[in-house]
């Protein structure tokens, strides 16, 4: 089957930094995004991994590896608002989207 | 990017009753999906809505229970019928849209927090 794993939950501190894993076993890879979450709110895209290394983008960093099946997301100085669910994503053989269950992000001032 | 709205935000509903959502997009696109997420828990994915054909179900999902309209490029409508508390969630509208940094990405609709009572 396929599968998506990620920590349930982190605890980080304000203006640190935390690295938000993924490992993926899926029928196919096409691609690897990671979405932002807000309690309440609906997904919104953050990044998108098709080949292998770091792709950055600002505070936010993300990598990946497929010979590994892994990923992860790097949070630089992290502010209060980075307070979230974050939702990692592979699309497979079939171009669809297989959704892990989501890391929950508790920035501590 | 796709702008999304969806009807209602929230409803309480009695169980044995249906709901029908509706989602709008501000542009055509092809790919339209509906999503649920119950609390704590991550998306699961309802149905695909096509254009102009019956909506592509998933595995535990069935068209009796979710029927979808797809009537244009722009809306849809997902009808959740004779409701449970088990039916108690959030469903989500999404659509898939070129992004500006290239991958095709899905970007979602608000969310209708539906609760069965």
């Known amino acids: 089957g396929q599968n998506i794993d990620q920590p349930t939950e982190m605890t980080a501190t304000e203006g640190a930094i935390v690295q938000i894993n993924c490992t993926y076993q899926t029928s196919g890879f096409n691609g690897l995004f990671w979405y932002q979450q807000h309690a309440g709110e609906a997904p919104t895209f953050l990044s998108y991994?098709?080949l292998d290394g770091l792709e950055e983008k600002g505070r936010f960093s993300s990598f990946l590896s497929r010979s590994k099946g892994y990923s992860y997301l790097l949070l630089k100085e992290l502010q209060m608002k980075d307070s979230a669910s974050y939702l990692c994503?592979?699309?497979?053989?079939?171009?669809?989207?297989?959704w892990g269950a989501g890391t929950k992000l508790i920035i501590k001032p | 990017s796709a702008v999304i709205s969806q009807k209602p935000s929230r409803d309480i509903c009695q169980r044995g009753t249906s709901l029908t959502i509706q989602c709008q997009v501000d542009?055509?696109?092809?790919?339209m999906f509906w999503y649920r997420q119950q609390p704590g828990q991550s998306l699961t994915l309802i149905a695909t809505?096509?254009?102009?054909?019956?909506?592509?179900?998933e595995s535990g999902f069935v068209i009796d229970k979710f029927p979808i309209s797809r009537p244009n490029l722009t809306f849809s409508t997902l009808t959740v019928s004779n409701m449970s508390p088990e039916d108690s969630s959030i469903y989500l509208c999404?659509?898939?849209?070129?992004?500006?940094?290239?991958?095709?990405?899905?970007?979602f609709g608000p969310g209708t927090r539906l609760t069965v009572t």
């Open positions: 809505a096509n254009q102009g054909s019956e909506a592509t179900y």
């Open positions: 542009s055509q696109v092809t790919m």
């Open positions: 991994n098709v």
């Open positions: 994503a592979v699309r497979d053989s079939n171009y669809q989207l297989i």
């Open positions: 999404s659509v898939e849209d070129k992004g500006t940094s290239g991958p095709t990405e899905q970007y």
